[in-house]
């Protein structure tokens, strides 16, 4: 993302002036994503047109919260806490890519898998607008809310972005607020810090034992009103092209019912000329019962223009997840045979791509498995930039059909499909 076009520095611009600096340094604790295949491969460059003044080892993203704030905490990056609010805590975060690394290095690093030292990233600075109250999904006007601030800052950033448009991060359980804006940031910046990120961090515990014991699920649920009412402030009041959302594990549990509810509204999220404001939709390893999940997929697919889900047979989160919390297997593990009732629902909804990352592994001679593949696989990385990019449908992107309608596999030759399929629409560059 480019910085917002202002005249001052952030702290001391017009639209920021009463913003309120909540953290300073951070602690290192995550490292740069693994780099797309078909930027170490195909010779794709996501920022070879990144303008000079964007050419910066750190990136500012928007976050939205119902965390609250850590009281007292002024020293440390973590300034929202595990507690839940009933408001929505607007703001900007600014992520520092490595430690006394150029843009050069970073440059590099972004298109090559095989890097000499990982590159950690911390959470520098974080401002906040204020907060916005919802009744139902009704904005409160609250002269010193700061949500006006925050719209007018994602909009100068949308008129200016090579791609218009929104990607929404919503997180897993066990993590804080520094992962959320981590991972929102990185998800900017492979995407060529051509869109405008968005972190939605709802109140998980840094205990997995809350969310097996259900204490986080009931958060999660009842961070889902929220995520609709934002949403819908952003479909509305933004010039965003489209809104894209990825969710990953738990996250997909808020995400899922929210789109649910939106897929029934009566006044659903279009656009002017009819289309959904509401793009692709990617539920990455998503950690929610398959009869749930399958039960909301209808509505789901009628809210969003595309859904993409990503499935592995050795997911060991999602197995745990089963086994100690029951209901039942998860949408994000795949299975040899689908049972019939999922390739029904899946064959109904032209719009749905699932992707099961396990399938071809005999051809291919290896599995991908694991609860992160998503951001640790170049393949399914590739992948998931192509999806949050373009328009491109799963054969596009250089999938492989499977012998069930709509569920897709990686072939041994991805690679090589998907640079072809990069060169052919992006040429050298985004």
């Given at each position: 993302m480019r910085a917002a076009p202002h005249s001052f520095p952030l702290w001391t611009s017009p639209v920021l002036a009463s913003a309120l600096l909540l953290a300073g340094c951070g602690v290192p604790q995550h490292t740069l994503m693994v780099a797309p295949v078909i930027y170490d491969d195909a010779g794709v460059d996501p920022l070879a047109h990144t303008d000079p003044s964007n050419r910066s080892?750190?990136?500012?993203?928007?976050?939205?919260?119902?965390?609250?704030?850590?009281?007292?905490?002024?020293?440390?990056?973590?300034?929202?806490?595990?507690?839940?609010?009933?408001?929505?805590?607007?703001?900007?975060?600014r992520v520092s890519?490595?430690?006394?690394?150029?843009?050069?290095?970073l440059h590099v690093a972004t298109r090559n898998s095989k890097r000499e030292k990982e590159i950690a990233l911390s959470l520098t600075d974080i401002w906040e607008y204020g907060r916005v109250r919802?009744?139902?999904?009704?904005?409160?006007?609250d002269p010193t809310d700061g949500w006006s601030g925050f719209l007018d800052d994602i909009n100068a950033e949308l008129a200016v972005a090579h791609c218009p448009e929104i990607v929404i991060y919503v997180h897993g359980a066990k993590v804080n607020f520094y992962h959320a804006c981590m991972y929102a940031a990185q998800l900017d910046h492979f995407a060529g810090r051509d869109v405008v990120a968005i972190a939605f961090a709802w109140p998980t515990h840094q205990d997995i034992f809350r969310y097996l014991t259900g204490e986080d699920v009931s958060r999660g649920r009842d961070s889902v009103e929220l995520f609709e009412s934002i949403l819908r402030l952003l479909a509305h009041e933004t010039t965003a092209r489209r809104i894209n959302v990825v969710c990953w594990s738990a996250g997909g549990r808020v995400v899922s019912r929210a789109l649910e509810d939106i897929g029934n509204w009566d006044e659903k999220l279009r656009s002017p000329t009819g289309e959904s404001r509401l793009g692709a939709v990617v539920f990455a390893a998503p950690d929610v019962p398959v009869d749930e999940f399958l039960e909301r997929l209808p509505?789901?697919?009628?809210?969003?223009?595309?859904?993409?889900?990503?499935?592995s047979d050795d997911d060991l989160a999602l197995s745990n997840a089963t086994f100690f919390m029951g209901h039942g297997r998860r949408m994000g593990t795949s299975m040899p045979t689908m049972p019939d009732h999922d390739r029904e629902v899946l064959e109904a909804l032209e719009h749905v791509e699932f992707v099961d990352v396990s399938s071809g592994r005999d051809e291919?001679?290896?599995?991908?498995?694991g609860h992160k593949y998503w951001f640790t696989h170049p393949w399914v990385a590739s992948d998931l930039m192509l999806t949050i990019r373009t328009r491109m449908s799963?054969?596009?992107?250089?999938?492989?059909?499977?012998?069930?309608?709509?569920?897709?596999?990686?072939?041994?030759d991805y690679p090589e499909r998907a640079s072809a399929a990069a060169k052919a629409a992006l040429g050298g560059e985004w």
């Open positions: 080892t750190s990136e500012e993203i928007f976050f939205v919260t119902n965390r609250a704030r850590d009281p007292g905490d002024f020293d440390r990056p973590l300034a929202y806490g595990n507690e839940p609010t009933n408001t929505l805590q607007l703001g900007m975060a890519f490595g430690d006394m690394i150029t843009w050069e290095e919802f009744d139902g999904h009704e904005r409160i006007d509505s789901i697919h009628e809210a969003a223009e595309r859904v993409i889900i990503t499935a291919r001679g290896f599995n991908i498995d799963a054969p596009q992107r250089g999938l492989a059909a499977t012998n069930v309608p709509n569920v897709w596999s990686f072939p041994a």
